[in-house]
Nanobody, 118 residues
Framework: QVELVESGGGLVQAGGSLRLSCAVSGGTFAMAWFRQAPGKDREFVATISRTGAGTDHAESVKGRFTISRDNTKDTIFLQMNNLKPEDTAVYYC??????????????WGQGTQVTVSS
C-alpha cells in the first residue's frame, strides 16, 4: 500500500521561502506536486521522474520553485523561493506516472497549507 505524508507548510511573508516534504512508503514512483487555491481548480506545480533525472515545472513557478527527491530517504521535496500571495494554496504530493496531468497520479497525500501574506 502506497502512502504519502506531506509536511513543511505554513505562513510566510511575500518574498520568503518554504520547503515542503513528502514522505513516500510502499514503492518508488514518479512524483508530483499540485496545488489548489480556494475556489480554483487543482493545478500542476512540478513533477520528477523515478530516478530524479527528469523534472518539469509549471511556468508560473519556474525559477522560483524546485522539485527534488532523495530516494535513500524515500522523500520528495519542493523548495519554494520568492513566494507570492498568489502561491497561497493547499499543496498536495502525488505518486504515479511522470507528467503534468492529475490523471497520471493514482495516490495523493492529505495536503499541506501554504499561506503567503503580502
Amino acid at each position: 500500500q502506497v502512502e504519502l505524508v506531506e509536511s513543511g507548510g505554513g505562513l510566510v511573508q511575500a518574498g520568503g521561502s518554504l520547503r515542503l516534504s513528502c514522505a513516500v512508503s510502499g514503492g518508488t514512483f514518479a512524483m508530483a506536486w499540485f496545488r489548489q487555491a480556494p475556489g480554483k481548480d487543482r493545478e500542476f506545480v512540478a513533477t520528477i521522474s523515478r530516478t530524479g533525472a527528469g523534472t518539469d515545472h509549471a511556468e508560473s513557478v519556474k525559477g522560483r520553485f524546485t522539485i527534488s527527491r532523495d530516494n535513500t530517504k524515500d522523500t520528495i521535496f519542493l523548495q519554494m523561493n520568492n513566494l507570492k500571495p498568489e502561491d497561497t494554496a493547499v499543496y498536495y504530493c502525488a505518486a504515479g506516472q511522470y507528467g503534468s496531468r492529475s490523471s497520471n497520479y493514482a495516490v495523493w497525500g492529505q495536503g499541506t497549507q501554504v499561506t503567503v501574506s503580502s
